[in-house]
Each structure stands twice: as C-alpha cells, then as structure tokens.
C-alpha cells in the first residue's frame, strides 16, 4: 500500500534513482509523440517493448512515416530504448518533484508528480508531469512541455511485469544482416552472444538516505 503523498517523496527519490537497474523482465507496448516546434508536424513512435536485467533490451517500432524499426541491445551496449521511461532519475537531476496524488495506469499502482525545474537545470522546461509505477519506478507515462512550444509525451500502453529469469536470451540476440535492424546501430564483429543468462547488474551501494541527501543538494530550503 502507498504512503499518503505528503510523507512518500522521500520514499520515491530512491525509487526513481533505482529503477534502472532493473530486478523483473519487463514487457509491453509503447508509444511516443514529440512536437517538432512550429508547423514542422511531429516525430512519432509505437511498438512494442521488452527489457530485462542486465541492461537488455528489445523494441520492434513504427514511425509516423510508417517505416519500422527493430533495436536490441544485449548488455553489452549502451542504448537504452525510451530511456525517459526506463530510466527516470533525469526527473531528479532536472526537476523539484511534488506527488500531486495517487492514480492507477493499465493496471498499475502509480504516484502521480509533477516537477518544475531546478534553478541549475540545463534547459529548464515550463511543466513536467509524470506517474511513477508504484512497486518498480519506472514511468508508465510522462509529459514535458517546454520552450518555443516545444511538447513531448511518451507512455506505456500495456505492461507485463514477470520474473527476470522468463526474458528468452535468444530475443536480445542480434540476427546477422537483419533488414529490420536500425540503421543508425553499429556494426557487431565477432561471435554471437551467448545464449546464457545475462547478471543483472546492481545498483550502486548507496542508502536511501544518502540518495534522498544527494536530490536535495542542489534545491532551495526545505521544508
């Protein structure tokens, strides 16, 4: 059960901070929707999304254009696909957080925050809202507004949550000279990677407290 949203922000700064070192395998679809500014139109992507510990990753998307794209990362790379939901501790380091309430999204518990930016952000935006997942930290939606117009959502439209030993290690493999692999990827050489389990890795040895006194460093007078 969640605390009252006046006593959980000490509890949801280490959830956040934590969320991406993730300790369950992670499935589902997603969506994205970025403003371009001006009437240049939008930047779009919906598709599906499987994550696992270890930092492995799979998406299989579709562009405003229709054009699909498939990302696998294998634990070994540092792409991270819809890192704005997997990997929210950027709402720390740019943002003053409030829980504004408690909601519930496809199914899951969620804090409902809102954040405004902090005086060192480097390109403060004008609102940021967000629902935190309750139990794993990562966003189940966001929505940021900022200069110039400028707007982006992104969201999970369904989401699975098992344990981290059910992510088949074949899906994080990439297939050779795969016409569906995203252009923008480096080349792999070498063998393949093995097909054995991936360690998930671990979060850095610091307490609740310390993650808590580290937020706050940078922020006005607290309350």
Known sequence: MMKSAENALSDLVPLLYRARWLRSSLSGDVRSRRRRGG??????????????PGGRYRTDLTDEDG???LRISDGRTAIVPFPELLIPSWLLAGFELEITGQAEHIGRAAYAVAGRPRQAAEEPAS?????????????????????????ETAEFTSLTVDDAETADPLLFTRAPASHLEDRNQPERS?????????PAATSPDLSDGQVNLLY????GPQK
């Open 67 to 69: 054009d699909r794209q």
């Open 190 to 198: 070498g063998p393949p990677a093995p097909a054995g389990p991936v």
């Open 216 to 219: 706050r460093s940078v922020l």
């Open 39 to 52: 009437d240049e139109g939008h930047d779009e992507l919906s598709g599906s999304l499987l994550a696992a």
């Open 127 to 151: 609102r940021v809202s967000a629902l935190v997942d309750a139990e794993l930290g990562v966003l189940l939606r966001y929505e940021q507004t900022g200069p110039r117009w400028r707007a």
